[in-house]
């Protein structure tokens, strides 16, 4: 495959990148030969924040909206990634909470397509934590006390150590696909691009074996988009609906 054969070129041009010890919280990957980028971060020490709408009630959509945007606040966007399914409108598919409020309510019944593939799960991101647990044991723990940030998504990749029970090791949809993970401990948040399209069941191992994430969660394929300004990484296309970012506060001279 083309594709693969230049990707892997490039990454043997960058090898320091792609296998030695990574310079910031983002690092090429390659797991069954076909690389990743996953970007790390600690949600004790680092500002990870879900990201929809402008004061004027406009969706950023764009990475580059985004980051001005932050920087009229006085801080700098270091990483973002889309975070979630939406309708045409921007509109999240599924549960969708911003500083404790929620546009959207959770979605606790099978549906139509890859976010109604149960189980699926949500993503949350409270002061100090984060987490991916599958949707009916988010409700149980959060229904009367909302996180500050939380988006649902689907299917769920790896529920408690274990591969979502459809998903299958010779599925034929090959995508570029993008998800959120969680290390054992609580203390990472694993964000994965993958650079080159894959099955689910190639994405799920990822998380799993490779990252030893017990806990993973699909964000979306054909829309998957990164940016990594550090990696000189901003994708553009269609607009997005959530975007999951991570916020420095700017130096000061």
Known sequence: MRWRNALLALCGGLLAACTGAPDGPCETRLFE???????????????????LRDEAGAPFGQFDRLANHVASKGGNLVFAMNAGMYHE??????????EEEAEMGLVKNAGP?????????????????????????????FADDPPRFATQSGPMLVVGGELHPILNPEG?????????????????????ISDAPVNFHTFARLFRDELGAPNALYLDGAVSKVY?????????????????????ENERS
């Open 33 to 51: 030969a076909v690389p990743y980028l996953v970007c790390s971060f600690d949600p004790a020490s680092d500002d990870i924040r879900l990201f």
């Open 89 to 98: 409108d921007r509109r999240p598919v599924g549960l969708y909470v911003e």
């Open 113 to 141: 397509g890859n976010f109604g593939m149960l189980p699926n799960g949500v993503f949350w991101i409270e002061d100090g934590a984060a987490g991916v647990m599958e949707t009916l044991a988010y409700d149980a723990e």
């Open 172 to 192: 034929t949809s090959l995508r570029r696909r993008n998800g959120v993970g969680i290390s054992a401990d609580g203390r990472r948040v694993y964000f994965v």
């Open 228 to 248: 990594a300004p550090a990696l000189e990484r901003n994708e553009t296309g269609l607009d997005m609906g959530p975007i999951v970012g991570v916020v420095r």
